[in-house]
């Protein structure tokens, strides 16, 4: 069955910028939404931003301006780059599929999450 | 922005019933899915579209949604039912959480 991995730095300086990749195993990047949800410590759920394979993407407007996500079909995974981290920013970072057909449906596929925190 | 709005936690006996609710403004407007998580676990997609259950989710898992009110609700709850529910809606095209809801089976 499709499964998602995420990987990436554990530990980021502030200032820097945050990067991570989720990998889709036992089935093709191409077709669903892809996203990247967040989750600080003890915190609620936050939504990041998703991509489509054809390349359309969708950021949340409070992270706009320091988010992109890409993809890479040939390698069957997706990525989140987050610029000028901050404390704020240290938090499970999940990859997730989008159901439906991009801003509709729920998400019904998760990686297991990975752990960044901003520190020096 | 759009917000919902759920309470903090709600607890039911065992094998009673539990209600979380997921409030927002003219949500019966939206779809409205729901995700369980345990500690230390990634979210599990327990209903979408309002009162739709995935594959693999229990019978007693339903939802509905009507006014400014979404509800969750759990029938005959079990001790593994203990966990964060969270709502979600999509607004402009961006994914909207509720603050999450504790469950606890007493």
């Known amino acids: 069955q499709v499964q998602l991995q995420e990987s990436g730095p554990g530990l980021v300086k502030p200032s820097e910028t945050l990067s991570l990749t989720c990998t889709v195993s036992g089935g093709s990047i191409n077709s669903y939404y892809w996203s990247w949800i967040r989750q600080p410590p003890g915190k609620g759920l936050e939504w990041v931003a998703y991509i489509f394979y054809s390349g359309s993407t969708k950021y949340n407007p409070s992270l706009k301006s320091r988010v992109t996500i890409s993809l890479d079909t040939s390698k069957n995974l997706f990525s989140l780059k987050l610029s000028s981290v901050t404390a704020a920013d240290t938090a499970v970072y999940y990859c997730?599929?989008?159901?439906?057909?991009?801003?509709?449906?729920?998400?019904?596929?998760w990686g297991q999450g990975t752990l960044v925190t901003v520190s020096s | 922005s759009y917000e919902l709005t759920q309470p903090l936690s709600v607890s039911v006996a065992l094998g009673q019933t539990a209600r979380i609710t997921c409030g927002g403004n003219?949500?019966?407007?939206?779809?409205v899915h729901w995700y369980q998580q345990k500690p230390g676990q990634a979210p599990v997609l327990v209903i979408y579209?309002?009162?739709n259950r995935p594959s693999g989710i229990p019978e007693r898992f339903s939802g509905s949604n009507s006014g400014n009110t979404a509800t969750l609700t759990i029938t005959r709850a079990q001790a593994g039912d203990e966990a964060d529910y969270y709502c979600?809606?999509?607004?402009?095209?961006?994914?909207?959480f509720g603050g999450g809801t504790k469950l606890t089976v007493l």
């Open positions: 579209r309002d009162s």
């Open positions: 997730a599929r989008e159901m439906g057909s991009g801003g509709t449906d729920g998400f019904d596929l």
């Open positions: 003219n949500i019966r407007a939206k779809n």
């Open positions: 979600q809606v999509w607004d402009s095209s961006t994914a909207v």
